[in-house]
């Protein structure tokens, strides 16, 4: 199947791609833009300008500045990055980052809408603000007056959150089982093996061997294979937490969470002494 697109996308002339940018007309930056030299650049050697420049304006799509790719995935609008703007057919898409942008130029007409303006998402009204602010009374009263639910973003998210390290962490354990496992499995099979090779040196040797019993072999208890490593690291770099966060909270505010009052006042209390580092 991705086969059969490719080669279609090189052979029909009218299958909807985004331009290249070597061949796109540039996409104007407005926030470069300085009235006196566009004035200076106007003016002729006699000092006159024939048309007062205007300020440029990007032809942006139905989405405007916002991401297309983010809106479908998630039902959220993101702005979308100067770093990954395209020209499709004759407007300007910004897209979130370089995954949305990948999948945008890869295939632009499963994200821009052709039948009709594109929906916006439900309304979802956060509230911020450091202790004493009263955000859980005002989410409440917005609640009841909008007849929306609130969310609860700190205990849903930090929900989330451990729950998904609780996952690594056991992924972490097995695999380090596993590890252990092979490798006593590996010591037994050299002994063994270096055991058989002294008998059959005997037995050439013409010595008289005697069969040996299979020693007993005792249980390992569980708890010296769980008491190996520290059982609160979860074996992931800043990096990788850090994505790991973001996946949670992408979770928690996903395309499922519909029209919804967001108390997120626990923003607001990054700066408390009792909240760990890991947790900001």
Not at 111 to 140: E, F, H, K, N, S
């Amino acid at each position: 199947e991705q086969q059969a697109l490719h080669i279609r996308k090189a052979v029909d002339p009218f299958y909807p791609v985004v331009l290249d940018p070597t061949v796109a007309a540039d996409i104007p930056e407005p926030e470069e833009w300085n009235e006196e030299d566009a004035i200076a650049a106007a003016t002729d050697e006699e000092g006159n300008i024939s048309e007062k420049p205007q300020r440029p304006t990007i032809p942006w799509g139905p989405y405007g500045p916002y991401c297309p790719v983010t809106l479908k995935s998630d039902d959220w609008l993101f702005p979308g990055s100067k770093a990954f703007q395209h020209t499709y057919g004759n407007k300007v898409y910004a897209l979130a980052d370089e995954k949305a942008s990948e999948a945008f130029t890869a295939e632009p007409v499963e994200y821009v809408a052709t039948a009709r303006d594109p929906l916006p998402p439900p309304p979802r009204i956060m509230l911020c603000g450091p202790t004493g602010a009263t955000v859980a009374d005002q989410c409440r009263l917005l609640s009841e007056a909008y007849h929306i639910p609130v969310v609860n973003l700190e205990a849903e998210w930090s929900k989330e959150a451990t729950e998904k390290q609780e996952g690594v962490k056991e992924a972490k354990r097995q695999k380090e089982r596993e590890e252990r496992l092979a490798e006593k499995a590996r010591l037994k099979a050299e002994a063994e093996a270096e055991k058989a090779a002294e008998r059959q040196a005997k037995i050439d040797a013409g010595e008289t061997v005697e069969d040996e019993e299979e020693p007993v072999e005792e249980a390992e208890e569980e708890e010296e294979a769980e008491e190996e490593g520290d059982p609160d690291d979860d074996g992931l770099d800043d990096e990788q937490r850090e994505a790991l966060f973001v996946q949670a909270m992408r979770t928690v505010l996903g395309r499922h969470r519909g029209a919804c009052i967001i108390n997120g006042s626990f923003f607001g209390d990054l700066d408390k002494e009792d909240m760990s580092e890991e947790m900001k």
